[in-house]
């Protein structure tokens, strides 16, 4: 039989979805540039646009150079890539990391969300991309931008654990030497499935010995003691080793 035509509406729903990734690559791009070094010739605006205007020599005073307050040194940026399928957890992973209140109720990321923490030495950038199923297919276009993935599991989901695996080797195929942080959530709930099962249903045994793929226990929940869960505490720490 032949194939059937795809329908208007799949057609501008898969347009949608395109352009929708194409917006979050962009943003991707100006957020993560921000603090980054940049080149451009002297004299030019580093956007592109018209040609910074010098000052004339007669506008110059020296005394205004010495009133001048020294430039803060920035710190350098580390970026934390956050995914997995919706439902995982990781808005309410970002929310306790940056100590805000839950929210209530699940409420699906349609876009991505960002917070930035300081440490001591560098700044940490973590970007969470929702985990819906039109978005799941923009995630690799990311991976290399950035300089560890934590990849949420619900462990609690028994019935979708099989499309977090597929989704989860997808982006470990894309970068074999990207340091992977895989958070087994929701450990607290009475029919989360264990730590040695979900080693087994998200094919964890297959990796490369090699390789940099670390499986955690968390409960990270809207309710729960924020960041001094322990498995909160356990996560940050190993960030700020593979970062550093």
Do not use: C
């Amino acid at each position: 039989m032949a194939p059937r035509p795809l329908s208007p509406l799949v057609l501008a729903l898969g347009g949608a979805a395109a352009v929708l990734g194409s917006v979050l690559f962009i943003l991707w791009k100006a957020y993560f540039g921000r603090g980054r070094e940049r080149r451009w010739d002297r004299g030019e605006a580093w956007w592109g646009a018209e040609p910074a205007r010098l000052p004339e020599w007669d506008e110059w005073d020296p005394e205004d150079e010495e009133d001048e307050e020294p430039p803060l040194e920035e710190l350098e940026q580390r970026e934390v890539l956050v995914l997995g399928l919706d439902g995982s957890g990781k808005s309410t992973f970002l929310r306790v990391l940056s100590g805000k209140p839950p929210l209530e109720g699940h409420i699906p990321t349609w876009g991505f969300n960002s917070v930035r923490l300081p440490t001591k030495d560098f700044e940490v950038d973590l970007l969470e991309i929702g985990g819906s199923q039109n978005l799941r297919f923009y995630w690799k276009e990311f991976v290399n931008e950035v300089d560890v993935l934590v990849f949420m599991v619900d462990s609690a989901d028994r019935l979708r654990l099989p499309w977090a695996r597929q989704e989860l080797h997808k982006l470990l195929d894309k970068d074999p030497d990207l340091p992977v942080v895989v958070v087994a959530n929701k450990q607290d709930l009475s029919e989360s499935v264990s730590m040695v099962e979900l080693q087994q249903e998200l094919g964890l045994q297959a990796v490369d010995s090699q390789r940099e793929v670390f499986l955690l226990a968390a409960s990270i929940a809207p309710a729960g003691p924020g960041f001094e869960d322990p498995g909160t505490v356990h996560i940050w720490r190993l960030l700020l080793e593979l970062l550093s």
